[in-house]
């Protein structure tokens, strides 16, 4: 019994500086909530819209297509020479010496190797050209829309594009697509 009551003031020291901690940040809060009750403005608009918007993209794009175009054509060839070998392979197997037949297969094995391998290279070469192909269009766009938010005093500007903000209050918050594009030109 000794014990607990010397350590009841230590408890109420505890207690009293547990609710002094809360009463401070309840003072910090306090211009926080103040602001919070005035009026966010905000943008909302949609990325892809703007950015195909712009023209270079059409330069850019046309480009992507033709580069991804040549890579087909020499994924078709691939494809074709590997199909001429597999059916000169399949015709000739039952006629093959073990050895040949062994050394056919490899060879096929070998080149179906090859072929995956340039198919996902080319894929990962595809995908670097269209960043860089594209890097410069998001930076402008990126600055332009920097450039509205500071304008006109937007706290935060929204991309609607693939659902991604369900619903936007047309009180609160302003569709600034059409200034983006235009500001693009």
Do not use: H, W
């Amino acid at each position: 019994m000794g014990r607990a009551l010397r350590s009841a003031p230590i408890i109420y020291n505890k207690v009293k500086r547990m609710k002094q901690l809360i009463l401070s940040i309840v003072f910090l809060a306090l211009p926080f909530v103040a602001n919070a009750q005035q009026q966010v403005k905000y943008g909302y608009f949609s990325y892809k819209e703007a950015f195909t918007s712009m023209p270079d993209y059409a330069v850019a794009k046309r480009n992507m297509d033709a580069l991804k175009a040549k890579y087909d054509a020499e994924m078709k060839r691939v494809e074709d020479e590997f199909n001429n070998k597999y059916e000169e392979f399949l015709d000739g197997q039952k006629d093959f010496a073990p050895s040949i037949l062994r050394k056919r297969q490899a060879e096929l094995q070998e080149l179906m190797e090859k072929n995956l391998a340039f198919k996902e290279e080319s894929k990962r070469l595809l995908k670097q050209a269209e960043d860089d192909a594209y890097a410069p269009l998001k930076k402008k766009l990126s600055d332009v829309i920097r450039g509205i938010g500071d304008a006109r005093g937007y706290a935060f500007i929204l991309n609607t594009d693939n659902e991604a903000v369900p619903y936007v209050s047309s009180v609160m918050g302003e569709d600034i697509t059409a200034l983006i594009k235009d500001s693009l030109r």
